[in-house]
């Protein structure tokens, strides 16, 4: 097993610190929602594909890193013919 670094960590901190502005951000826009200012409503309307923009950005690259490679699109080996 190996040490953790300091760029282990640092990760590690960047990402927790980035899970944590987004479910405030999420919190902030569902909020807006339920305020009964019509320009608000509509600013926060405005938010939700960004919102879902970062939820699909943080959570499908981690599911599609896990995912297995279908046979055929790896990329070929250095030097090696691809088969069709």
């Given at each position: ?12 901190s ?25 320009g608000?409503?509509l ?42």
């Open positions: 097993m190996r040490e953790e670094t300091d760029v282990d960590r640092s990760q590690r960047g990402a927790r610190w980035s899970n944590i502005l987004l479910v405030a951000y999420i919190i902030g826009v569902i909020l807006l929602f339920a305020s009964r200012e019509m608000l409503m600013f926060a309307l405005f938010n939700v594909p960004l919102i879902a923009f970062l939820l699909a950005r943080r959570f499908l690259g981690t599911a599609l890193d896990d995912a297995p490679v279908v046979r055929g699109t790896e990329a070929p080996a250095e030097g090696e013919w691809p088969v069709h």
